[in-house]
């Protein structure tokens, strides 16, 4: 369905779907020296959901 995304993003707290590049800003992080103490950790990208 073309309009997957939207359906959900919009049933998320705030209230659209995110991006790809949302997503991929947070693994540059976790790959980036200031995640460096960042351990066993589950970083949920939802919206919140």
Do not use: C, H, K, N
């Not at 919009?10 to 103490?37: C, F, H, K, M, N």
């Amino acid at each position: 369905r073309p309009d997957r995304a939207a359906v959900l993003g919009a049933q998320t707290p705030l209230g659209r779907a995110g991006s790809a590049d949302e997503v991929s800003q947070t693994i540059v992080w976790l790959l980036s020296d200031a995640a460096s103490y960042v351990t066993g950790a589950l970083l949920d990208v939802t919206g919140g959901r």
